[in-house]
Structures are given as structure tokens and as C-alpha cells.
């Protein structure tokens, strides 16, 4: 809503205006910061303010919230925990998730004068924000949130940083004569969809006409466009198998004729054998970065490539492109739809069957994990009972390590209504990213993913969740270590007798984390047998409470390692 009217207010009511303005719901934040504008926030609008234990998880909260919303999401803490909210940004920043911080920052007059917990913060934010700026005078209020918004949201999302005068960000008790001006278009990704090149566009389609065995490999900027059905009807017109990234695994769903899985490093065998098999690989809003392409060796370089992305220099980073459009994806790829030659689709009828029997070939490989009913349950068979078992409009949350591993090689998505939400490289952001996201959507099930290693991070979010009943699911992967590290210290440790010296730098003790969620005041569930799962789940999806489902698994099962 823009206005012409200036009236004599506090920052703190014209912050709080605006974040209602914006559509925010909830800020995530550590004490103390920004006060007269919680209490501001109170009086004139419904927005909740949740206070939590740590600046990291505050930040992963925002997180899940946005990547679930589409929303920017809103952390903050004082100037003594700028430091630790810096480093949580690491995450959405390589997410692309808009996230935007508020902090408090240095008082002018006590600079350099060794004030309590008093640093600059700004160089840290730099490295991980596209927007990094202070507020230093009440009338600047206006312009620099509304610059916050639109640095987040358009473009290639991404978080930013505003650093308001006063330790606690007390500038905003001051008054000036400022006008809370909202531009609502900012209020979700994406604000602009800017159009592809027509003639680029026709040459791209060109190339993938003539390809007898091209692949699509869908990124995150698929999701963030909301082009997946756009992606899914190109794939199906011209008969092109579909390869995800793990932030584009909900593109499309596992059971689809077309999909090969997610390519990469944390991956399904038979997606990477289909792409490095493929003479045109199209990457849809991909930035084609180690993970998607296990450091660049699926496919080699010099595969031949289309490249359809909305940030420029993303586009033939690493790897030649043969044909590229700077745009949005949705738009791109509706116009692709629109001109493509479906004909040239009959041409690749031996190539499809070639990809459903890669897949078939891997199905058939893991079949037994998945089905197993070993005693202490094997990771594959809990994947597989998530993808039979979660809800058709779950919104599911995977952390990264060998909770991202499992899920991205064994679990599939099973309704056009689900959604995935993958770490982006933070080990322990699932658990209160899932606990952001469930703020973020409501009734809808959320059911997050990780391992015990994950858990341990942020256990104490736990109590946040019950102070503030967020009613998200989290299923533990229970095996008493951080088993991705095994490899890492057999190769490292040489003597054959060392087994205990070096096992004891990834394992831990065993712990019951449905007892410590019970005495939390969360529903606790312990699960030791395969076959107690599904009850268990729909238990937890009951419950209308924060609930930790403990499932006991074996320590010696490691993820398969990528092929290339």
C-alpha cells in the first residue's frame, strides 16, 4: 500500500506496520532485540513473534519458512549474537532461500571505546547477503526495508542484512515524520518473470529436437519459479527423461514414467547413469555446482549443454553451453511448450526404454534393503516407509549428511501435492527449519528428516517447539552416530588395530530421544521394528503437538556412494 500521508511515528510502529504490509506471520529471534517494535507488533497487528534458544536455529526457522512460503522469512537478534546469525545465513544464502536478519549494531558515540559485547559485525554478513546495510537515522525506516524486501525476493532469491543503530536496535523508539510504505508485489518470490528471448528460445529448441538421448535436470530455481508442471509437460511432449537436483527433487513424482531420480553426489545410481549416458543435458534453473554434478563428472565436461537460468552468471559456469536463456524458468519453458515439435518425441522411444531399464536395474539392486525386515531397522526400509506412509500434501524437510543421502537415493515423492525441502549443507538445519516451514504452512503435515548426529545441534529447540506448539513431525534416524564419517576415518586411520581409536570419534552414546522429547513436554515415540512405523507415523501426524519419532537403526549401514 503506498501512501502520500507523513504523521510523526516511532521506527518501531512503522516497522511493524510494515512487516504486516509485507504478509509477515511470524519472526523468528533471540532476545533482545527490536522491543518497542515487538510491542508495537502486538498492539496493531497478528504477527507472532517467537523467542527461541539459539541465533542459528533463529535463522533456520526463517529459513523453512520462506522455502515453504515463498515468503521472506524474518530472524533477529542483538548485537552480540550478530556473529552466530551470520553464520546460520550460510545456509539460505546457498539455498537461495530470502531471508532477511535484523540485528542490532554500534552507537556512534561509543565506538572504539571497548563498550560490553560491542564489534563490528558488518564484514561478516557481507559474504552471505545480497543486501548488507545499516540503519543509522529513524527516517531511513521506509526506504531500507522496502530495499531489504526487494533484494530478497527478486532475481536469484537470496537473505540480506539490516543493522539498526543501538545494541538492541533501540533507534526504534525514536519518532520522525515517515510514512510506512509497503510495495506488495515484494512480498514473494518471484515478484517479476521476466520473459525468454523468442529467437533464443527457437535455437534452443532446435538443438533438443535433433537430441536422441537429451535429459532434463531440474534445479532449485524450478521450485522457486513454481515450474515444475511446465517442466513435466515438456519432459512428457518430447518424451525427455527428468533428473532433479536434491532442491528440485519435487519437480516431478518417483513413480513418473519420465523421472530417473536425483543426480550428483548425494544421488540415485540410476539418475547419473542416465545423465552421463545423455548427448544434451538441460539444465532448468541449476547452477550446475559440485553437489548436482558430483564435482563436475556427471556429465564430464564438453557434454553438450542447454542452460535456462534467471541469474546470467550462472549460465555456462561450468560447463559449455550450446544454447542459453536468461529468464524464468516457468515462462521459459511455457514457451518452449508452446513451439516445441512433438514429433521429434518418436525419435526417443528407444532411449526412454533405455532409462526405465536403468531404473528398473536399480530398483531391482535395493528391492531387499528397502523391504527388509532386519532388526535394528535399515535406513532404506525407513525411506521407503516414509514414501508409502506421509501424507499426499506433506510438506517434507531432509537434513544434509547421510540423512540427505538416504533420502534423496531412496525416498520418492508420491502426490503433485507434496513438497521437498532439502539442507542446502548445514548439518542439524532440519529439525528447526521443519519447525519454521510448519509456522510457515499451517495445518498442513510437515514431517522432517534427519539422523541423531542432525538432531543433537538444535535438541533444544524441542522446548521451543512446546512453548510455542509447533506441531511438525520429526522422524530420527536413530543409530547412535554420525555414520557419514566412517569412510573418512577408515582411510585416514592406517593401523589395522585402531578400530575403537578411531570409532570413537563418530559414534556416541545411545540415547532414547522419544523419553527426552516426552520429559520436554513433546510426544515421544520409539520405534525398534520395521513393521511399528506406519503406526507410528499416523500417531505423530495425530497429534496436533511437536512430535520426535526415535527410530532405532543400524549403525553399519552406510549410504551407497555416488557413480559417475
Known sequence: MLGHNRTKISGAQCLADMLAGYGVSHVFMVPAVLRRTFYEMEKRTNIKRLHIHGEKAAVYMADGYARATGKPGVCMAQVIGAMNLAAGLREPWFAHSPVIAFTGGRLPETKFRKVYQENDDMPTFE????????????????DMVRQAFRAAVTGM?????????????????EEAEIEPLVEPMF?????????????????ALEI???AERPVIVAGGGVRHSGAGPEVVALAEALQIPVATSHNGKDTILGSHPLAVGVVGTYSRESANRVVNRADLVVYIGSETGGMTTHFWAVPPIGTPTIQINIDPEAIGRNYPFQAAINADAKATVAMMLALADRSSAERRKAWVAETRHICAQWRAEYEPHLTSDAVPMRPERLCAELTRHVPDDALIVADTGHAGMWMSHMFDLTSPKQSYLRCAGHLGWAFPAGLGAKCGVGGRPVVVFTGDAGFWYHIG???????WNIASVTVVNNN??????????DRAYLDPEGDDRRRELWTYTQ?????????????????????????????GLAANRPVVIDVVTDIECLAPLAVS
Open 127 to 142: 559474504p552471505v547477503t545480497k543486501f548488507n546495510a545499516t540503519v543509522d537515522d529513524v527516517t531511513r525506516f521506509p
Open 157 to 173: 532469491p537470496g537473505p540480506v542484512h539490516l543493522q539498526f543503530r543501538g545494541n538492541e536496535g533501540q533507534i526504534d523508539i
Open 187 to 203: 512480498s514473494r518470490v518471484p515478484p517479476f518473470r521476466p520473459q525468454p528471448d523468442r529467437d533464443a528460445v527457437i535455437s
Open 208 to 210: 533438443l529436437h535433433k
Open 461 to 467: 529447540e524441542l522446548e521451543t517447539a512446546v512453548r
Open 480 to 489: 547412535g552416530g554420525g555414520s557419514q564419517s566412517k569412510r573418512g576415518y
Open 511 to 539: 540415547q532414547n530421544f522419544a523419553a527426552i522429547a516426552q520429559q520436554i513436554g513433546a510426544m515421544g515415540i520409539r520405534v525398534e521394528k520395521p513393521s511399528d512405523f506406519p503406526a507410528a507415523l499416523t500417531k
